[in-house]
Structure formats: structure tokens, C-alpha cells
T-cell receptor
């Protein structure tokens, strides 16, 4: 069975500083990995995905994520955080047609 | 494309009443998912359809919940009778599935249900 863990309920970072939101996964085969963002009163919005190839994936709004097979991790990163990045971030894994979502990490970027 | 459309955006009803949530997926997407989001339980998959056929409804909490997809452009989630513990935000999402599970999901804006 597939699973995903987001170990931090909340991440606080100052504007302009780099940010990392952590995600680890467990699958029996090759994973498809996704990051989504949810702004208040909105649905989840796709940010980026890893399917195969380069371990560093670039996505929307300057976000990127690094796939690390040995550590079974797919951490979300951004070199310089913006206040507008404050939102709820979800990691998801798909080994079959049904995705499994993490519980979400609330990112708070302070001015 | 307008994206995934859900209606209503907000629903307030009294316990015991029937509630119907509606979803229009993105044209051409052949998978449709219904989710429920609460603070306590996070994002839960309730049911999903492939080509209008329900594939897995193991996430549906109980018999009070039912979902249909009469055609490729419309799905409903019905709760009858509703209870206060059903209060949550309900999301519909769709995705293309032609080449497997590598496609991302597109979520609607959600319906915030409050049962008093």
C-alpha cells in the first residue's frame, strides 16, 4: 500500500529566506509524486510532479522539489519565500489511479 | 476551459434534510473523484469514477451517502439524511487517465456544507 507523510503541521519562515516543506513516501513500485497548494477557501491547485528523469523538478511560482529515492523523500523548496506563498501544501503519491495525500503542511511566511 | 465547476459553493441545512452537491468535470477527463476535507481528518477520498462508472466507493462513510455520474459532464453527491458530523468542505476533482496515473488532478473550488 502507498502512503505519504508530511512530518510538520506548520512551517514558519521569514520573507526572502529559503523554505522547505518536507514529504516522505512509501510505495511498492515506482512512485508518481505531486505537490499541491491550497489557498484559503479554494480547492487544491497543482504545483509540480515527479514522474521520471531529473530528480530536481521545477514547478509553478518558483517552487521546486527534489526526488530522493534512497531517502524516499520529495521535499518542496523555494529559494526566496514570499508572503503570498502562505498557504496549505499537500504532498501526494500515486502508484495506481488513486492518489494518497498527506495531511498537509501550513506554510506561514512572515514579512 | 473553465476548470472543475461545483455548486453550490455554500450550503447550510438542518439535520435530517437531504443535500445534493453537484460537479462538472473538465471536458475530456475520464476520472472523477469526490473528497471531503475537515480539520480533524484532513482530505478523505469518498468515491471515484472512471468513464462514468463508480470504481471504488470504500471511502463513503455510510449508506446515507450516495454518488452518481449519469454522464461524462455531471456528477452528484447526495447525503440523506444529513447530520451535523457531515459538516465539511466537499471537493470534486477530475483527471485524465489515458496513460496511467501520471496525470495531476484538477480540483473544483469546493462546497462548504454546514449541517445544524
Amino acid at each position: 500500500a502507498q502512503s505519504v507523510a508530511q512530518p510538520e503541521d506548520q512551517v514558519n519562515v521569514a520573507e526572502g529566506n529559503p523554505l522547505t516543506v518536507k514529504c516522505t513516501y512509501s510505495v511498492s513500485g515506482n512512485p508518481y509524486l505531486f505537490w499541491y497548494v491550497q489557498y484559503p477557501n479554494r480547492g487544491l491547485q497543482f504545483l509540480l510532479k515527479y514522474i521520471t528523469g531529473d530528480n530536481l523538478v521545477k514547478g509553478s511560482y518558483g517552487f521546486e522539489a527534489e526526488f530522493n529515492k534512497s531517502q524516499t523523500s520529495f521535499h518542496l523548496k523555494k529559494p526566496s519565500a514570499l508572503v503570498s506563498d502562505s498557504a496549505l501544501y499537500f504532498c501526494a503519491v500515486r502508484e495506481s489511479y488513486i492518489p494518497t495525500f498527506g495531511r498537509g503542511t501550513s506554510l506561514i511566511v512572515h514579512p | 476551459d473553465a476548470g472543475v465547476i461545483q455548486s453550490p459553493r455554500h450550503e447550510v441545512t438542518e439535520m435530517g434534510q437531504e443535500v445534493t452537491l453537484r460537479c462538472k468535470p473538465i471536458s475530456g477527463h475520464d476520472y472523477l473523484f469526490w473528497y471531503r476535507q475537515t480539520m480533524m481528518r484532513g482530505l478523505e477520498l469518498l468515491i471515484y469514477f472512471n468513464n462514468n462508472v463508480p470504481i471504488d466507493d470504500s471511502g463513503m462513510p455510510e449508506d446515507r451517502f450516495s454518488a452518481k455520474m449519469p454522464n461524462a459532464s455531471f456528477s452528484t453527491l447526495k447525503i440523506q439524511p444529513s447530520e451535523p458530523r457531515d459538516s465539511a468542505v466537499y471537493f470534486c476533482a477530475s483527471t485524465a487517465g489515458t496513460s496511467g496515473s501520471s496525470y495531476e488532478q484538477y480540483f473544483g473550488p469546493g462546497t462548504r456544507l454546514t449541517v445544524t
